[in-house]
């Protein structure tokens, strides 16, 4: 199960970077991986405090950081 499960993660993270141009590969690749834990963590959460301020949270701040 646990290499089925790397090679989604991965292939998410190959679709966020391509969607984002942060100078080098390695930054880009980076930056995917913090949205997709973002994205993950706020899933969590949101079911754990039957809330959407989580997503909102995480939105709010891949937004500005992703602004620059």
């Known amino acids: ?3 089925v ?7 998410w993270v190959d679709c ?5 141009d942060l100078g080098d590969a390695k930054r880009t ?6 949205v997709l834990t ?3 963590g706020a899933y969590v959460r949101c079911r754990a405090e039957r809330s ?3 997503f909102t949270e995480a ?3 891949l937004s500005a950081l992703a602004a620059g």
Request: net charge positive; with cysteine; aromatic share 10%.
């Open 52 to 54: 959407r301020k989580p």
């Open 38 to 40: 973002s994205i993950e």
């Open 5 to 11: 499960l790397a090679g989604a993660c991965t292939r």
């Open 59 to 61: 939105g709010e701040w």
């Open 29 to 34: 690749r980076s930056f995917a991986s913090l």
């Open 1 to 3: 199960m646990q290499p």
């Open 16 to 20: 966020i970077a391509a969607h984002f």
